[in-house]
Nanobody, 125 residues
Framework: QVQLEESGGRLVQAGDSLRLSCAAS????????IGWFREAAGKAREFVAGITWSGSDADYADSVKGRFTISRDNAKATENTVYLQMNSQKPEDTAVYYC???????????????WGQGTRVAVSS
């Protein structure tokens, strides 16, 4: 059973950097792509970034391209850590950030069956 746990969210100021972590365990049966999504108050959950199981390819939402970087540590076969480095943060980055695991490389949340509980990021102006 895949389990995901996000960490690293906190209050920061605009322009600051922050790194979120997603600890993924139970990756026993095959390969999983990992995506980061975020949900701001009163808005729909949206795709932020995704990384393939090997870590060789990544996708980004236009709103974060050039500011956020996703990376992956696959040192252990069944336990991976995926990072989301967020630089030059803006108030509009304020949201609860979720990581999710799925079999397909996708920006669609419906293709990710496994989700963490989320970590809150607040960016003050």
């Amino acid at each position: 059973q895949v389990q995901l746990e996000e960490s690293g969210g906190r209050l920061v100021q605009a322009g600051d950097s922050l790194r979120l972590s997603c600890a993924a365990s139970g990756l026993t049966y095959g390969y999983y792509h990992i995506g980061w999504f975020r949900e701001a108050a009163g808005k729909a959950r949206e795709f932020v970034a995704g990384i393939t199981w090997s870590g060789s390819d990544a996708d980004y939402a236009d709103s974060v391209k050039g500011r956020f970087t996703i990376s992956r540590d696959n040192a252990k076969a069944t336990e991976n850590t995926v990072y989301l480095q967020m630089n030059s943060q803006k108030p509009e980055d304020t949201a609860v950030y979720y990581c999710a695991a799925g079999r397909a490389r996708s920006i669609l949340q419906g293709t990710y069956p496994c989700w963490g509980q989320g970590t809150r990021v607040a960016v003050s102006s």
